[in-house]
């Protein structure tokens, strides 16, 4: 079992968000999934629950992805942001050109990827506060 505080994702498809939720209940993930459609309503969700996780889609309507996980990351600056996007470019993937987002994830290989990342995200976040 992996243990979360609290997991938000963010993407306009609410068919996606149901998939991913699904995902993470079926990989035994203990702790909270919360939900949001839009950019802006991802940071107000954030800001209110602190999740640990964020599950970031990039094109979102009215406020994109990296403007949402940028404010997100200045008000919570320990949470982990993984972007994750069916524009699996090399471009994207060049994570540490974005300070502010942990990882990216490709929505085609989001059941093979997403979980070494979040244990990543997880086992590292423990050995800084162990």
Request: glycine letters at 4%; aromatic letters at 8%.
């Amino acid at each position: 079992m992996v243990f979360v505080n609290k997991i938000l994702i963010v993407d306009d498809s609410r068919d996606y968000r149901k998939v991913l939720r699904q995902h993470l209940e079926n990989q035994e993930i203990d702790g909270e999934i919360v939900e949001a459609e839009t950019g802006e309503l991802a940071v107000i969700i954030a800001l209110n629950e602190k999740p640990n996780i964020v599950l970031m889609d990039i094109w979102l309507p009215r406020m994109n992805g990296f403007t949402a996980a940028k404010a997100i990351k200045e008000k919570i600056p320990g949470c982990d942001v993984i972007m994750v996007t069916m524009f699996e470019t090399e471009e994207f993937r060049r994570a540490n050109q974005y300070d502010y987002i942990t990882a990216f994830v490709g929505k085609s290989e989001v059941f093979d990827q997403l979980m070494p990342v979040l244990s990543k995200c997880l086992n590292e976040r423990k050995s800084s506060h162990g």
